[in-house]
């Protein structure tokens, strides 16, 4: 697979940043295409013996998903639903086990590496559902996890930080 390279100058070369961004799209068939620069430092995104990688989606926070690996952190999510479902009984129970399901998602991600994210991630994310449409999303690669960020949830960060306060404006 040829090699593409990020558009634009970085601020910190890619091999040596901790956490990078970049503009990226949802495809027409409502796709992204995880680049290899993205996707190489997790060995939990390899396909494992042509199994697709198994991939925890976290949607908690508004315009944000977090991509963790299945294995522990989707394991943690369905133990405790099925905590919570040894005593359906309970209302509170009902609406955490409800809560489970609005919160986290589970993402395939073949050997292309270019997961169909779901209606209900893709909402998330404010993008449109109706196909034949490229929408923009950022992509952040972090130490442990990728992040897709939805163009109106990273301009509510960048109005909202003040970790840059003091810095040009």
């Not at 990728?146 to 960048?158: D, H, Q, T, Y």
Request: glycine share 8%.
């Amino acid at each position: 697979m040829a090699e593409t390279i990020p558009s634009g100058r970085p601020l910190v070369p890619l091999p040596g940043a901790a956490v990078f961004q970049e503009l990226a799209h949802i495809d027409p068939h409502r796709r992204l295409n995880l680049l290899p620069r993205w996707t190489a430092r997790f060995d939990w995104l390899k396909p494992n013996k042509g199994n697709p990688a198994e991939l925890l989606m976290v949607l908690r926070e508004p315009g944000f998903v977090r991509l963790l690996p299945w294995t522990p952190c989707g394991e943690q999510v369905r133990i405790r639903y099925e905590e919570l479902a040894a005593d359906e009984g309970s209302d509170d129970n009902l609406e955490a086990m409800r809560l489970l399901q609005d919160s986290y998602g589970r993402l395939q991600v073949d050997t292309e590496h270019r997961p169909y994210l779901g209606d209900a991630a893709l909402a998330h994310l404010g993008i449109s559902l109706e196909r034949g449409v490229r929408s923009p999303v950022y992509v952040v690669v972090y130490p442990n996890s990728l992040g897709l960020l939805s163009v109106e949830a990273r301009e509510f960060r960048l109005k909202h930080a003040a970790l840059l306060d003091g810095l040009p404006a």
